[in-house]
């Protein structure tokens, strides 16, 4: 099962969503960690063989964090409210093969997402 860790940048009805799809998740708020570094949220994430959901474009410089990187899907949003969220989130869990997610950069738009994997 996919397990998910989500930034504090990414709303409570976001993890209610995922856990009633039946995902493992674990956000900033679980374990009090607001305002940490990333390099914090990515090693905890890690820990807990956790992909990353955030709008956090830094989680996206590879050169930063090669070594904790589970997986990040960065949301690259234009509309960045919980329901538009949970709308594209919800949509690309349903499409996506998830095993790809893991040891992957992944970006999400309204209209598409890519897929980069880390190595």
Known sequence: MIKFFLDENISNST???????GFGVKSIADYKMFGCEDV???RRAALEDRIVITQDLDFGNL?????YYTGVI??????????????????????????ILLKSLVIV???????????
């Open 15 to 21: 993890q209610s969503l995922l856990e009633k799809r």
């Open 40 to 42: 914090d949220v990515l």
């Open 63 to 67: 050169l930063n964090y090669p070594v």
């Open 109 to 119: 738009s309204e209209s598409r997402y890519r897929v980069r994997p880390i190595k």
């Open 74 to 99: 960065i949301l690259r949003l234009e509309d960045q409210s919980p329901l538009n969220t949970n709308k594209v989130l919800s949509a690309f869990l349903k499409k996506v093969n998830h095993h």
